[in-house]
């Protein structure tokens, strides 16, 4: 039988109503590198609560769906090895192993959706890409954005991959793509990608309200907001586009597929940045949760 089991401070917020964020694990375990992992998710919580809103980091704890982790356990879980990268199609078989897995962002949709949490802060989501016209490689994260009502706030589809095809494959299943404050859709590293973002939204409270609207309407599925990494912490593409060129070769030349492909492309990238595409990642992750607290306070 499925028990979802809530940290205590996460209980708390549920028994007093307050407004919750859903972090994701697989940035902590797959997307960042130790040991500034760990330091990077207490911030992510931190900026939660700085904003008046309650963190649930989300993962897979010796097969229990832990929706928050106490200090200790997120401490665990950055520094452990072998965990796996839970996707929609891992997730009951993570559980029902009693394995630990970190959840990505689809995962953690489904599990937030579960525990009646409507928002969820990352990073940048998983999409199509590059030459998935050969591999049919295209995350998850685009089909439980078209299936899970949760709200999903990003910097934009992380800039490794197709994102022309990432937005055509999202407004094929009927996504909202909603920039904040921008009529450009941001490149994750960048603000700028050169593509319109198909929806507009310039406040937290209007987020919140094209939300309930949509669930009222009767339509499945969440929202994506796509909110750009601040200016003066972004890489401009000039710099960013020859560092993943240069990452998704290295890909190509190990033969790296398949779940391993994003990972290994962020640490090629971080590489060839020098370390500036690490300083960037965490700066547009917080923004995010800053947005997401927001959101979630209006949503209450
Ligand atoms: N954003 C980041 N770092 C990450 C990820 C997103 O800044 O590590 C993770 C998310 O969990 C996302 C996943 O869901 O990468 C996508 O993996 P894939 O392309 O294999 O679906
Ligand atoms: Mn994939």
Request: charged share 20%.
């Amino acid at each position: 039988m499925l028990k979802l089991n809530f940290s205590e401070e996460v209980q708390a917020a549920r028994d007093a109503g307050l407004p919750l964020v859903a972090l994701e694990s697989t940035i902590i375990t797959h997307g960042l590198p130790q040991p500034r992992n760990l330091e990077v998710a207490q911030q992510a919580e931190q900026q939660v609560r700085d904003l008046g809103a309650v963190p649930a980091t989300i993962a897979v704890l010796g097969g229990a769906l832990q929706i928050g982790l106490s200090r200790q356990q997120l401490e665990q879980l950055s520094k452990a090895t072998g965990v796996w990268k839970l996707s929609r199609a891992d997730l009951a078989v993570a559980i029902s192993q009693g394995v630990t897995g970190a959840t990505t962002v689809a995962a953690t949709m489904i599990a937030a959706h579960l525990a009646g949490i409507s928002v969820f802060a990352t990073g940048g989501i998983g999409g199509v890409h590059r030459g998935a016209e050969l591999d049919f490689d295209v995350s998850a994260d685009l089909e439980e954005l078209a299936k899970t009502p949760v709200i999903v706030v990003s910097a934009g589809a992380k800039a490794i991959l197709d994102l022309p095809k990432t937005l055509e494959v999202l407004e094929t299943k009927g996504v909202p793509v909603i920039g904040y404050q921008i009529n450009e859709l941001p490149a994750f590293w960048s603000r700028e990608s050169g593509l319109n973002a198909p929806l507009r939204l310039d406040t937290a409270g209007e987020i919140a309200a094209a939300f309930q609207m949509r669930c009222s309407l009767g339509i499945e599925g969440g929202q994506l907001i796509a909110n750009p990494v601040p200016q003066e912490m972004e890489i401009p593409a000039s710099i960013i586009s020859p560092a993943i060129d240069t990452a998704i070769r290295a890909a190509q030349e190990q033969g790296i597929k398949g779940k391993e492909a994003t990972p290994f492309l962020l640490s090629e990238v971080l590489k060839a940045t020098d370390g500036r595409s690490l300083e960037t990642n965490v700066a547009l992750l917080l923004n995010n949760c800053r947005l997401a607290a927001e959101i979630a306070k209006a949503l209450v």
